[in-house]
């Protein structure tokens, strides 16, 4: 019998499921980490310990409402550019919790894959990996998608050098080669296109991030920090998402699903449309408890209530000592989201805004990846550009 306030949760889902407008894949931008600790005085590593637990809360209760995929932004192309001692920290994080909650979740029915290039993580993260994504894989009650060593751009290129390798051998006329084509080259090929992308922490991009498949993706923002996201949010999303009207490029109610245009690739039965949009909650971007030209207003992700702010409902206790930090070195601590999100570069500022390349040797060349790994698309540090 689950808790009082979990079976209300679970009630308020089964009203959207009623509808009809139960979202199928939702895809999460996990953000927030570092800025969470440092507004407490404690180290990054503490942050990235705290959403720990959001991962474990969050994939069991999307397990338990029925989600079909559920994919979590992990590590990017982009992140290889923090400091080494955190990027060493986040695959030990990696590491022990594969360790610690893969029989947990295959036992709950949990198959796990893994999009990016799992080839470019340093030997001992690559080889838990690969073995979490063996172990799981006939399971099918939900399927977790953890984009790690993950970028967009390079999903893309790398679907297009395929094609073009097709070509080059006669395998396949250039000019026959369409959407469709394409994106039965993407590493998400045989999945759904998210129907829902939720971003924490109150910034409003999209961070190189499955920029193909989320072309008609519902978007929903929070200012709540990853470490204090809880299956409140989750649901306060999937409600929001229940009431929009999804016209993929059409007009009108016709427009949407069921029965109406449906965009290029989808499959059938994903959710139908709903009342008008909503708007974005005013303070969750330029204004009162939101970002400005993506600072951060701190107390846009703190942990207290405020009227008529996503803010606050379960989470971790600022007042509770940090979560125990890792070893830089060491193979302890959670699962590796980061901060500043995957694909925004060391949480400093660094890859926000505009493109820009790694920073070079003093031969012209970029840094190789640390911690023993190498960024998709060949030689260590050739690609992972923001």
Known sequence: MPPPEEAELLRRVERVRAMGRMPRHVAIIMDGNGRWAQRRGWPRVAGHRAGVESVRVIVRFAGDIGLEVLTLYAFST?????????????????????????????????????????????????????????????????????????GARWELARAARRLAAKAARGEIDPQAIDEAMLAAHLQTADLPDPDLVIRPSGEWRISNFLLWQIAYSELWFTPIAWPDFRPVHLVEAIEAYAHRERRFGGLG??????????????????????????????????????????????????????????????????????????????????????????GDGAGTGAGRGATRAPATTGGGQPPAAPGGGRRPGGEAGTEGRC
Not at 144 to 150: D, E, G, K, P, W
Not at 291 to 320: F, I, N, S, V, W
């Open 78 to 150: 982009e992140n290889w550019r923090r400091p080494p001692a955190e990027v060493r920290a986040l695959m030990g994080l990696l590491v022990e919790h594969i360790r610690r909650d893969l029989d947990e979740l295959d036992r709950n029915g949990v198959q796990i894959r893994v999009i990016g290039d799992p080839e470019g993580l340093p030997p001992t993260p690559r080889r838990e990996v690969l073995r979490a994504v063996e172990t799981t894989r006939s399971n099918g009650r939900m399927i977790l998608v953890l984009a790690l060593n993950y």
């Open 253 to 342: 109610p016709g427009a949407g699903r069921p029965g109406g245009a449906m965009a290029p690739g989808e499959a059938p039965g994903s959710s139908p449309p709903g009342p008008p949009r909503l708007r974005p909650p005013a303070d969750a971007g330029q204004g009162a408890g939101g970002t400005d030209g993506g600072r951060e207003d701190p107390a846009g992700c703190g942990p207290a209530d405020a009227p008529g702010r996503l803010l606050g409902r379960g989470g971790a206790d600022p007042r509770a000592a940090p979560p125990q930090a890792v070893s830089p070195g060491g193979d302890t601590g959670g699962w590796p989201w980061a901060d500043g999100a995957p």
